[in-house]
Antibody, heavy 126, light 107 residues
Framework: EVQLLESGGGLVQPGGSPRLSCEASGFTFSSYAMSWVRQAPGKGLEWVSTISGGGGSTYYADSVKGRFTISRDNSRNTLYLQMNSLRAEDTAVYYC???????????????????WGQGTMVTVSS | EIVMTQSPATLSVSPGETATLSCRASQSVSSNLAWYQQKPGQAPRLLIYGASTRASGIPARFSGSGSGTEITLTISSLQSEDFAVYYCHQYNNWPPTFGQGTKVEIK
């Protein structure tokens, strides 16, 4: 069964630096780009970041650029999101998602998110 | 960035009827558009990609149409399990962007 399982969320103080993890199973992890998408309480979906299958290409939303870092360990089938300098507006459920995106001419083309994890809640509050 | 605008915000439909959801893009997204369904407390689920291709396991009552700046999701013969929030998502350009969602509720 194809599955994504996030962990690492919780209550974090403003300025904190948690790291989220997403463990994948049931598919060849290294063959897929992976993304993080977040959803603030009662709000819609917001794309956060994407990484290519090999890890060589990364993309970030302007709202997190310079503060968040996406990475992956293909030997562990795990995706990460290192979050630094957290603000109250970063409070959200963070979903990892398998991305149908593909590489062409050394560029990652985005695509739909076909598998989603159950999400992990990050609450930024003092 | 491309702004995605969904309408209506809320759609009240009776079971068995047809729901038509619209997504308008601020510039052309070609057919690089997906639709997701989200129920309370659950992760989104991919319904449609490429504007009109149903994802694996999605019933035929869900259909997508359109391209460019006007894309539509049609849900025929609404079932009880279809009442949810639906989001469109463009992936034609970086950054990927979502619409604000359409809630389909029971009339």
């Amino acid at each position: 069964e194809v599955q994504l399982l996030e962990s690492g969320g919780g209550l974090v103080q403003p300025g904190g630096s948690p790291r989220l993890s997403c463990e994948a199973s049931g598919f060849t992890f290294s063959s897929y780009a992976m993304s993080w998408v977040r959803q603030a309480p009662g709000k819609g979906l917001e794309w956060v970041s994407t990484i290519s299958g090999g890890g060589g290409s990364t993309y970030y939303a302007d709202s997190v650029k310079g503060r968040f870092t996406i990475s992956r360990d293909n030997s562990r089938n795990t995706l990460y999101l290192q979050m630094n300098s957290l603000r109250a507006e970063d409070t959200a459920v963070y979903y990892c998602a398998r991305d149908r995106g593909y590489i062409s001419s050394s560029r990652l083309f985005p695509d739909a998110f076909d598998i989603w994890g159950q999400g992990t809640m990050v609450t930024v509050s003092s | 960035e491309i702004v995605m605008t969904q309408s209506p915000a809320t759609l009240s439909v009776s079971p068995g009827e047809t729901a038509t959801l619209s997504c308008r893009a601020s510039q052309s997204v070609s057919s690089n558009l997906a639709w997701y369904q989200q129920k309370p407390g659950q992760a989104p689920r991919l319904l449609i990609y490429g504007a009109s291709t149903r994802a694996s396991g999605i019933p035929a009552r869900f259909s997508g149409s359109g391209s460019g700046t006007e894309i539509t999701l049609t849900i025929s013969s609404l079932q009880s399990e279809d009442f949810a929030v639906y989001y469109c998502h463009q992936y034609n350009n970086w950054p990927p962007t979502f619409g604000q969602g359409t809630k389909v509720e029971i009339k």
